[in-house]
C-alpha cells in the first residue's frame, strides 16, 4: 500500500469517481423493486413513464441535473392533473344522508330543485376557469329548476387569487340563476382564511356555510326557502 501511494499516484487518478460508481450500483441493486416496477407499469403507466425518464436522466446525466429533471417531470405531473379537474355533480347514498360521487353498483338520487357539486382539488389559477365554466354549466343544465347550489368543499385545501374571483363570477351567476349558493364542509384552515381574505366568506354569508351537505339542505333547501318567505325572513 505504501508503495503504491508512493509511486502509482497515477493509477489512483481514478479511483475515487470508479468507487463511487461501484457503491451506486450496489446501492441500486437493493432499491430497485421489479415488483413495484410491475405494478406502477400496470396500474399507473404515465408514472412508469416518468420513472423511466429519471432513470434515463440521471445515468446519461449528472447526478445533481437527472434527479432535478425526475423532480421538475413530477411537479408538472401533479399540476397537470390538477388542470383536468373538474365539478362533478354528487347524488345522495338511497336512506342516508351522505353525498357521493355517481356510480356503480347502487344508483344515487337527486333532490328536487338542489344542486351538490364538488371539486376535488385545491383552487388555483391553473384550474380556476375550468372550476367556474363547469359549475356554471351544471347549474345552466337544470335550466330555471335549481334553487339551491351547494358546494362541497371537503378537497378543497387552497384558495389563491385568481381561484377566488372565479369564486365569486360563480356565485354571482348562480344568483342570476335564481338560486342560493352554500359552502359546506370547507376544512381546510387556509381555505377558511381565503374566504376571509377575499371577501368570499361575507358575500354568501356566514349562515351559508355549513359543517355537512345535509345541514346546508335542511337550512336552505326549497321547502325552507318557501317558508322563510312566508314567514317574511330574509
Known sequence: ???LGAFGGGLLANVPQAALAGVLMFVAQHILRWKVFASVYRQAPVEFVLILITMAAIVVLPIETGVAVGIGLSLLHGIWSATRTEPIELEQVPGTS????????SAGEQLSGVL???FQAPLSFVNADRFKRGLCDLIDARNETVKLVVLEASNIVEIDYTAAQALIDTILHCRKAGAVFAIARLESLRAQAALKRFGIAEMVGTQHIFHSVDAAIKSL???KQQQQEQDGVP
Open 221 to 223: 333547501g326549497p321547502g
Open 1 to 3: 500500500m505504501l508503495a
Open 98 to 105: 351522505v353525498w357521493w360521487p355517481p356510480g356503480k353498483p
Open 116 to 118: 351538490v357539486a364538488a
